[in-house]
């Protein structure tokens, strides 16, 4: 990483790459947009490539700045625990609690267990994160986060599972898009459509589950590569370059150009969210917040 460049060029790009706005990003990182705009240029320079297309039309991702988001997010999370991790040893007492998010689900749908948490251990920082399941599992393994919320099917052995919520997939399509009119799609209808699919690597075992269901269907797509952020993701479909099944809750992240429109032969087919966690984990406060989340429910 070049010298000059900071997290705050960082954080910056990822506002931008969220929101696809610069005025809405400057909003968010309560800055005006020309400074803004001024660190996105200058990242750009010491780059030596640009991150996004500009056009009379808005701003999107190029796929140099598709190919930094994930990236750009692990520094900013590595970043992150180097802070804690000082901090953490500084202190005589308490700790840091780490808590994972599978990124599938919209945040809202979560157990609000943050208040209670910090009442019941005020001496311990709760600490959070949004992966793909898959990397939340791994960090669970490996002893790096306590506790997660992932999605369902994952594959978890040797973990203990709390199933906490079901919620169906849905359709995200562009507003223009002919089925749009329709309140509720069929399979069917989406046979000649491209859809934007998440890689197998990413998670065998929800990836699976989903083959064996348009296998028994007969639903045989045309799948095209699902980038790593749902926010680039419902870019890409209000640009009409594809569509998208998504989990329900999603439809809080509200995208102009992009509609939501319910399955009608889906009943066998949904996305879980799990409370994950190993019974090796000795952190003194494991067992209090399962008790927080069981209570959440």
Not at 13 to 29: D, K, P, S, Y
Not at 277 to 292: A, D, H, R
């Amino acid at each position: 990483m070049s010298a000059h460049i900071d997290l705050r060029q960082f954080r910056y790009f990822l506002a931008v790459a969220e929101t696809l706005h610069f005025g809405r990003a400057a909003e968010r990182l309560h800055i005006s947009q020309p400074p803004l705009s001024r660190q996105i240029r200058q990242l750009e320079e010491q780059l030596g490539v640009d991150l996004f297309v500009r056009s009379k039309a808005g701003v999107a991702l190029s796929k140099a700045g598709m190919a930094f988001v994930p990236e750009v997010r692990r520094a900013l999370d590595q970043a992150e625990k180097a802070v804690l991790s000082a901090r953490s040893a500084g202190r005589q007492e308490g700790g840091n609690f780490v808590v994972g998010y599978t990124t599938v689900f919209d945040r809202s749908v979560f157990p609000d267990f943050s208040k209670a948490f910090r009442c019941r251990f005020p001496e311990w920082r709760l600490i959070s994160r949004g992966k793909h399941s898959i990397s939340l599992i791994r960090d669970i393994r490996n002893g790096d986060m306590d506790a997660a919320f992932i999605a369902l099917h994952t594959n978890v052995e040797n973990l203990t599972v709390i199933k906490v919520r079901e919620e169906p997939l849905v359709v995200a399509l562009p507003t223009r898009h002919p089925l749009a009119k329709k309140r509720k799609i069929s399979f069917a209808d989406l046979r000649s459509e491209r859809l934007f699919w998440f890689e197998r690597r990413l998670n065998p075992g929800f990836y699976d589950y989903c083959e064996a269901f348009f296998e028994k269907i007969g639903f045989k797509p045309d799948k095209i590569p699902e980038p790593p952020d749902h926010h680039i993701l419902l870019g890409l479909i209000s640009e009409g370059q594809g569509i998208a099944l998504i989990a329900a809750s999603m439809q809080n992240v509200k995208r102009k150009g992009v509609v939501f429109r319910a399955l009608k032969d889906a009943s066998d087919l949904s996305m879980g969210i799990a409370l994950t966690y190993s019974e090796l984990n000795k952190s003194p406060v494991l067992n209090g917040f399962i008790k927080l989340i069981r209570a959440s429910g």
